[in-house]
């Protein structure tokens, strides 16, 4: 993928998740388990009263809820991006904001999944126009992945095993918690992409994951979820360790730190405290952020270790 096309296709992953969802879809909630709908990003409902058997979803991170839970066998469209072997032979309808419209409507769809987001409104407006339900998803937040997770599992007549999936993920999330004093957490910068250089803020799944593993975000006082910060931003703040997402996660330090001697001036770089992590586990808030954090919690450990 050519580099511009991946920050575009990341941004466009990252934006859709910068909002939280509107109060609406909590306060709401009970109502709408007594009706039979669920609210989705946007506020609007969807009725759950017969269960979706042909979903076509383009976010990856809602790929994976639905596969989590036992309804691989209800999609009937995914992205090129989503690589599950449990799904490789369901068609895909190519990019997540840029999809082959007409592959989408061939597959007769009865719910499509879509982005919750101002640069997606004219694609959900179009499936809309062709009569065809959307739910539209922000995520940002480990409340976002439960509460997406609770409403796919209604709308796909899956609610018991959606409900397992999230009461697993919380226990597997609590296991690996640190309660460590504030003073003794490593600051962790995370990459998201380097040039220009985005990490994370306040408030994001990845903010959250560090937090449990006895770490803490380099940018975590910034309320922008996805900052673009300085180099000279990351010398002040003197990160402890540095955790880097790559498609390809191969070898110890990216090309680009090992080409650019500035960075050799952190601390975290000439300690050997820079990993290489997969972007498709760490940048989808979906089941396997247990994955991520048990990986953060083995970094963030080592980085608390006397030298």
Not at 15 to 41: L, Q
Not at 180 to 193: D, G, I, K, N
Not at 286 to 291: F, N, Q
Request: glycine share 6%.
């Amino acid at each position: 993928m050519k580099p511009r096309a991946s920050l575009l296709l990341l941004l466009a992953w990252l934006i859709a998740g910068c909002t939280v969802d509107s109060s609406t879809a909590d306060t709401r909630a009970d109502e709408d388990r007594v009706i039979g709908t669920v609210v989705d990003g946007r506020g609007a409902r969807l009725s759950t009263s017969v269960p979706r058997v042909r979903v076509v979803s383009l976010m990856p991170s809602m790929t994976e809820i639905v596969v989590a839970f036992g309804g691989a066998s209800q999609l009937a469209g995914r992205t090129r991006f989503d690589e599950d072997p449990a799904i490789s032979d369901v068609p895909s309808v190519g990019g997540t904001v840029n999809p082959d419209v007409e592959a989408i409507l061939e597959a007769r769809p009865d719910l499509v999944i879509t982005w919750a987001d101002t640069d997606a409104r004219a694609l959900t407006e179009r499936f809309e126009s062709f009569g065809l339900p959307v739910y539209a998803a922000r995520a940002r937040s480990i409340d976002d992945f439960e509460r997406h997770a609770r409403a796919l599992g209604a709308l796909l007549g899956r609610s018991a095993a959606a409900e397992a999936l999230v009461e697993q993920v919380g226990q597997q999330l609590e296991a690996v918690r640190v309660d460590a004093p504030e003073a003794e957490r490593p600051s962790v910068l995370f990459v998201v992409w380097p040039r220009p250089l985005i990490t994370t803020g306040a408030g994001t799944f990845v903010d959250e994951l560090i937090r449990q593993v006895g770490g803490r975000s380099a940018f975590d006082d910034l309320n922008d979820p996805w900052p673009t910060v300085s180099f000279e931003a990351v010398l002040e703040r003197a990160p402890d360790l540095v955790v880097v997402t790559s498609e390809h996660a191969e070898g110890l330090v990216p090309h680009w730190i090992e080409q650019d001697p500035t960075w050799r001036t952190l601390d975290a770089v000439r300690l050997g405290r820079v990993h290489l992590v997969d972007a498709d586990i760490f940048n989808r808030p979906g089941p396997r952020m247990v994955d991520a954090a048990v990986e953060l919690a083995e970094y963030v450990r080592g980085a608390r270790a006397p030298e």
